[in-house]
């Protein structure tokens, strides 16, 4: 599990709570004693209409919550689209960076090659900047998909960066559409995209807008179906989920993997 703090003053769901050094490094410990893997950080949000953040902005955001983690032997994920950003978690210990955009500007694939970092090469129908609220129908949100890690996994792999070192993530939510159904069938089919690509796939449905479309719940409410996303994803092979709620995943995962031996 991929525990999520947000180190910025307008994320989505908790934009603010974290802002402060304290803050986040309380929330990282939590998400570990809850039973998260691995801390991702994020210094800059990407929902539509989120301020744009500068790239001193971010590194002072991440700088003492990813010193003091690193230090603490955690694994920390890293996510942000500025490239000067990543390379700045990658000299200071990161172990993940994750990029909204896939990591599209391959003058820095040597740099990233060099890193030792894993790379989360996410899609999105956006190629640069946050998200935006576009309606695209399924059927050309999968030629996308298709197409975007056909070509950036064969560019990223040219550049020397190995296949060990590669994780995908289709993107969900307003990444794909501002309709639901674009992310349903993106779920539904995380088996076969994990099948297609030889490669872990991470996902991270948690409170996403498809959620709140479907269910008609606020962010306050959101927590059951965020689960019931989360534990599909489990289901269908999903290497790494990223949540905001360790807790409640961690003990659903519990079940989830009693009643599967059970029936074994």
């Known amino acids: 599990m991929v525990g999520i703090v947000n180190v910025t003053a307008d994320s989505f ?21 809850a039973g998260a893997d691995i801390i991702e950080l994020g210094a800059a949000a990407s929902h539509p209409g989120a301020e744009r953040v500068s790239v001193d902005a971010e590194i002072r955001r991440l700088a003492d ?14 996510d942000s689209y500025a490239p000067e950003t990543q390379l700045y978690a990658a000299a200071h210990g990161a ?30 129908v956006q190629h640069r900047g946050p998200a ?14 298709d197409r975007f890690f056909r070509d950036r996994l ?27 159904e674009p992310s349903i069938m993106v779920l539904a089919g995380l088996a076969d995209l994990k099948a297609g690509y030889g490669l872990p796939v991470l996902v991270s ?6 959620l709140r479309t479907l269910t ?7 927590g059951p179906a965020t689960l019931a996303a989360e534990l599909y ?4 092979g999903a290497d790494f989920i990223r949540t905001h709620d360790v807790a409640a995943l961690s003990d659903a995962l519990t079940i989830f993997t009693a009643l599967a031996k059970g029936r074994a």
């Open 95 to 124: 172990t993940y960076l994750n990029d909204i955009h896939g990591f599209p500007d391959p003058e820095r694939y040597a740099e990233l090659a060099d890193s030792g970092c894993t790379l989360i090469v996410m899609h999105a």
């Open 233 to 236: 994803a489990a289901g269908q």
């Open 13 to 33: 769901s908790d934009g603010g709570r974290f802002l402060a050094t304290e803050d986040a490094l309380a929330q990282a410990w939590r998400l570990l004693a």
């Open 65 to 78: 919550v990813l010193d003091e983690l690193v230090t603490a032997r955690v694994p920390v994920s890293i």
């Open 154 to 180: 064969d560019a990223l792999q040219a550049a020397g960066i190995s296949r060990d070192r590669l994780v995908v993530d289709p993107g969900l939510g307003y990444f794909l559409s501002s309709a639901p």
């Open 205 to 210: 449905p948690s409170r996403k807008s498809f």
């Open 216 to 222: 008609g719940k606020d962010l306050a409410d959101i």
């Open 132 to 145: 935006t609220k576009v309606r695209i129908d399924p059927p050309a949100v999968q030629q996308g998909i």
